[in-house]
């Protein structure tokens, strides 16, 4: 028998932080959060994780 365990990745975004669901891709998420989807967004690697700018 195995083990399953959910991964969940959390985004903070203007001092807030979101949960994204397995299922939710990056685009997604920025669409929601109002960008329009032809927005240009450059991912930047950080000690942490990583950075949108």
């Keep these: 028998m ?3 365990a959910a991964k969940t990745v959390s985004i903070e975004f203007e001092g807030k932080k ?3 669901s397995d299922d939710m891709t990056i685009e997604e998420f920025l669409i929601d959060l ?3 989807k032809d927005k240009t967004v ?3 690697t950080t000690k942490d994780g990583f ?3």
């Design 2 to 4: 195995a083990n399953l």
């Design 18 to 20: 979101y949960a994204l």
């Design 34 to 36: 109002g960008l329009p």
């Design 42 to 44: 450059t991912l930047k």
């Design 51 to 53: 950075v949108l700018v």
